[in-house]
């Protein structure tokens, strides 16, 4: 049992690319953690890791993580490997403690897999859908759970980004293989199963930009179990996002919800009208690091681990979202 | 510029389409990237209202605009700002490109095709024998030479600043060394090392420890009336301004992207001790006018 104050969490990133980056300096930035390995596939990243990392040990494979140990393990490799990486941490006892970038998995399938491994092994595990730590959709989660608008009637979601806008169709860049579902989308998905519970997809188109394969743009619709009807549009081709933004708007029978990862807006039937902007919301952290809702969401985790009580989004909520993106695609495949 | 002398700086962010306040109040005003002409327009008002620098993330755009103060004889009554890397046009291009080996790929070819000897001979010597330091000298090379190379040689670049994420990620790594060396080679070349960053007390509290003296560098940092962006508090932020040697602070984001008019956040910015100077971004003729003349008046 890991005692605060005394020891300190010994944690580990695999994958160093830009989430690992991020989700290792905040971690190392803060006083009762202790980064002490990080695990790399690619050759050049690993040789420089070296130089820069004094006092961190730098591995090419999960296993040589066995016998440190970790506290837990932070998963930040492309989404591809999401599952073959967990499924070794697991399987060979790495830790029994782990965070995973969002989504899960590649699939429904791969994704019920790992919450089967995590049932059986215990531990805590979370998977980073950090957007459940930003201020203004924690506001409106808290606002729909207090029935300010009523009920919900209906919700149109959107996940954009400019990430590949205006880019030659016959250029040599590439889309990430995952698809704008999986690698943005799954944002949105996961947004509204929080906001609204479980929901079955109804029709779903998806459109290639950049050849076969390329899965770049997605519209769907939805309907809850309570009978709320839900759109969603998804693109990462779309002008004026400079930054990925996901955004709702909910009708209730009392008035209109309009949130996004800036702001929120309430509308009242009789005409009132309620704003809030990060600025309102008391946005600020103790270490900010690309946004503050990273650093909310590895303290969540940090916190659990020492309370050892379960944390959302864990596995099994987060399964949800996947089976949601593989219940899209079949039925954009029967189209 | 005196020493004393307020730094009162154009910045750049409206000229890239950047708003920090709504992404999507910022669509629906139609705001695009503002044209190198027009911005170069507006940093010339803002300079004839009362501006003597322009801070600037080191890209295409904004050399462009460089390019044409310095035709218009403007570039040599500005002290320049450059702000390394462009972190947001890394990261796409890492989207881009596979990750990280695939965008480290693309920036060796730039420098090895910049003809800047030195960057590439730094570069290789980085490479080969694996040094972060002669890769990060190499790459540091290659942005001043762009850098001047647009604005000619009356050009005053004052001060390199790293970007806020690399700041940030490097504090939180605890790459003290690397700090080390970046400060020791724009000391080497006279330009004030600068530093942008979102942890303000916690930077303060690492230089303090690693022995960086406080008085070589320059930090730019979030400073508003209404705490946005100051991390971890308001209030931690200003006692540890109160607590420097002497005014080496940039405030940024004062109007706090917007949320805030200037007659209020110039008010809590000329009661603040250390404050070097400014760094407000203009996006109409009429911003530029009014907002310089006002930070003219309330803190030359």
Same mark, same amino acid.
């Given at each position: !049992?890991? +005692? %605060?104050?005394? #020891?300190?969490?010994?944690?580990?990133? =695999? &994958?160093?690319?830009?989430?690992?980056? *991020?989700? @290792?300096?905040?971690?190392?930035?803060?006083?009762?953690?202790?980064?002490?390995?990080?695990?790399?596939?690619?050759?050049?990243?690993?040789?420089? !890791?070296? +130089? %820069?990392?004094? #006092?961190?040990?730098?591995?090419?494979? =999960? &296993?040589?993580?066995?016998?440190?140990? *970790?506290? @837990?393990?932070?998963?930040?490799?492309?989404?591809?490997?999401?599952?073959?990486?967990?499924?070794?941490?697991?399987?060979?006892?790495?830790?029994?403690?782990?965070?995973?970038?969002?989504?899960?998995?590649?699939?429904?399938?791969?994704?019920?897999?790992?919450?089967?491994?995590?049932?059986?092994?215990?531990?805590?595990?979370?998977?980073?859908?950090?957007?459940?730590?930003?201020?203004?959709?924690?506001?409106?989660?808290?606002?729909?759970?207090?029935?300010?608008?009523?009920?919900?009637?209906?919700?149109?979601?959107?996940?954009?980004?400019?990430?590949?806008?205006?880019?030659?169709?016959?250029?040599?860049?590439?889309?990430?293989?995952?698809?704008?579902?999986?690698?943005?989308?799954?944002?949105?998905?996961?947004?509204?199963?929080?906001?609204?519970?479980?929901?079955?997809?109804?029709?779903?188109?998806?459109?290639?930009?950049?050849?076969?394969?390329?899965?770049?743009?997605?519209?769907?619709?939805?309907?809850?179990?309570?009978?709320?009807?839900?759109?969603?549009?998804?693109?990462?081709?779309?002008?004026?996002?400079?930054?990925?933004?996901?955004?709702?708007?909910?009708?209730?029978?009392?008035?209109?919800?309009?949130?996004?990862?800036?702001?929120?807006?309430?509308?009242?039937?009789?005409?009132?009208?309620?704003?809030?902007?990060?600025?309102?919301?008391?946005?600020?952290?103790?270490?900010?690091?690309?946004?503050?809702?990273?650093?909310?969401?590895?303290?969540?985790?940090?916190?659990?681990?020492?309370?050892?009580?379960?944390?959302?989004?864990?596995?099994?909520?987060?399964?949800?979202?996947?089976?949601?993106?593989?219940?899209?695609?079949?039925?954009?495949?029967?189209? | 510029?005196?020493?004393?002398?307020?730094?009162?700086?154009?910045?750049?962010?409206?000229?890239?389409?950047?708003?920090?306040?709504?992404?999507?109040?910022?669509?629906?005003?139609?705001?695009?990237?503002?044209?190198?002409?027009?911005?170069?327009?507006?940093?010339?008002?803002?300079?004839?209202?009362?501006?003597?620098?322009?801070?600037?993330?080191?890209?295409?755009?904004?050399?462009?605009?460089?390019?044409?103060?310095?035709?218009?004889?403007?570039?040599?009554?500005?002290?320049?700002?450059?702000?390394?890397?462009?972190?947001?046009?890394?990261?796409?291009?890492?989207?881009?490109?596979?990750?990280?080996?695939?965008?480290?790929?693309?920036?060796?070819?730039?420098?090895?095709?910049?003809?800047?000897?030195?960057?590439?001979?730094?570069?290789?010597?980085?490479?080969?024998?694996?040094?972060?330091?002669?890769?990060?000298?190499?790459?540091?090379?290659?942005?001043?030479?762009?850098?001047?190379?647009?604005?000619?040689?009356?050009?005053?670049?004052?001060?390199?600043?790293?970007?806020?994420?690399?700041?940030?990620?490097?504090?939180?790594?605890?790459?003290?060394?690397?700090?080390?060396?970046?400060?020791?080679?724009?000391?080497?070349?006279?330009?004030?090392?600068?530093?942008?960053?979102?942890?303000?007390?916690?930077?303060?509290?690492?230089?303090?420890?690693?022995?960086?003296?406080?008085?070589?560098?320059?930090?730019?940092?979030?400073?508003?009336?209404?705490?946005?962006?100051?991390?971890?508090?308001?209030?931690?932020?200003?006692?540890?301004?109160?607590?420097?040697?002497?005014?080496?602070?940039?405030?940024?984001?004062?109007?706090?992207?917007?949320?805030?008019?200037?007659?209020?956040?110039?008010?809590?910015?000329?009661?603040?001790?250390?404050?070097?100077?400014?760094?407000?971004?203009?996006?109409?003729?009429?911003?530029?006018?009014?907002?310089?003349?006002?930070?003219?008046?309330?803190?030359?």
């Amino acid at each position: !049992m890991l +005692k %605060l104050g005394v #020891d300190k969490l010994k944690l580990t990133v =695999v &994958g160093f690319g830009k989430m690992g980056i *991020l989700h @290792a300096g905040i971690l190392n930035a803060l006083p009762k953690v202790q980064l002490v390995a990080v695990c790399e596939k690619s050759g050049l990243i690993r040789k420089f !890791m070296k +130089k %820069l990392f004094r #006092d961190v040990s730098v591995v090419d494979d =999960v &296993g040589e993580l066995s016998d440190l140990g *970790l506290d @837990a393990v932070y998963v930040t490799t492309p989404i591809s490997y999401h599952f073959a990486v967990v499924k070794s941490i697991y399987n060979l006892k790495v830790a029994s403690n782990v965070f995973v970038e969002k989504p899960l998995a590649s699939n429904y399938g791969e994704a019920r897999e790992l919450c089967d491994l995590a049932r059986r092994l215990g531990g805590v595990n979370m998977v980073g859908y950090m957007r459940r730590f930003s201020v203004t959709f924690r506001k409106a989660k808290e606002l729909l759970s207090q029935g300010v608008i009523d009920e919900p009637v209906s919700f149109s979601a959107y996940a954009c980004s400019s990430d590949f806008y205006g880019i030659d169709k016959n250029s040599k860049v590439s889309t990430p293989k995952v698809g704008v579902l999986r690698d943005l989308g799954c944002h949105a998905v996961d947004l509204a199963l929080w906001f609204f519970g479980d929901f079955k997809v109804k029709n779903a188109k998806i459109d290639s930009l950049f050849g076969e394969g390329s899965e770049d743009s997605a519209f769907f619709e939805v309907e809850t179990q309570s009978g709320v009807g839900g759109k969603f549009d998804v693109s990462w081709c779309v002008d004026g996002y400079r930054m990925p933004e996901v955004g709702f708007t909910v009708e209730g029978s009392k008035g209109v919800m309009r949130v996004n990862d800036d702001e929120l807006e309430i509308r009242l039937n009789g005409g009132e009208r309620f704003r809030w902007f990060r600025h309102d919301l008391k946005d600020n952290v103790g270490f900010w690091l690309g946004a503050p809702e990273y650093y909310r969401e590895d303290e969540c985790f940090l916190k659990s681990l020492i309370d050892g009580k379960n944390v959302e989004p864990d596995f099994f909520s987060s399964a949800k979202v996947d089976l949601v993106i593989d219940e899209v695609k079949a039925k954009a495949k029967r189209k | 510029m005196t020493s004393q002398e307020r730094a009162l700086l154009v910045g750049d962010n409206p000229f890239h389409g950047i708003s920090h306040f709504s992404q999507e109040r910022s669509r629906i005003r139609g705001d695009t990237s503002t044209s190198p002409e027009y911005a170069a327009k507006l940093v010339s008002i803002a300079v004839e209202n009362g501006a003597n620098g322009f801070m600037f993330s080191v890209s295409d755009t904004t050399l462009s605009i460089l390019n044409i103060l310095n035709e218009d004889g403007v570039v040599e009554h500005l002290d320049l700002y450059g702000i390394v890397p462009y972190a947001y046009e890394y990261v796409r291009m890492a989207s881009q490109k596979g990750g990280l080996p695939g965008l480290a790929k693309a920036i060796a070819k730039e420098i090895f095709f910049s003809g800047n000897f030195g960057a590439v001979a730094s570069g290789l010597n980085g490479v080969v024998l694996a040094k972060p330091i002669s890769l990060m000298k190499a790459y540091l090379a290659y942005e001043i030479s762009r850098v001047k190379s647009a604005v000619g040689k009356n050009a005053r670049l004052s001060c390199v600043l790293l970007h806020q994420l690399v700041t940030d990620a490097c504090l939180g790594f605890n790459l003290d060394w690397l700090f080390k060396a970046y400060v020791d080679f724009m000391l080497d070349r006279g330009i004030k090392p600068g530093f942008n960053t979102g942890n303000f007390p916690f930077l303060v509290e690492k230089f303090r420890e690693w022995n960086i003296s406080l008085e070589d560098v320059l930090v730019a940092a979030p400073f508003n009336k209404v705490g946005f962006q100051m991390v971890p508090s308001k209030e931690e932020c200003e006692k540890v301004l109160a607590s420097l040697p002497k005014p080496n602070v940039l405030a940024i984001s004062i109007l706090a992207a917007g949320y805030l008019k200037p007659e209020e956040a110039v008010d809590y910015i000329a009661g603040l001790p250390n404050i070097k100077g400014v760094a407000v971004g203009v996006s109409k003729e009429r911003h530029a006018n009014e907002t310089f003349k006002l930070l003219g008046d309330r803190l030359s």
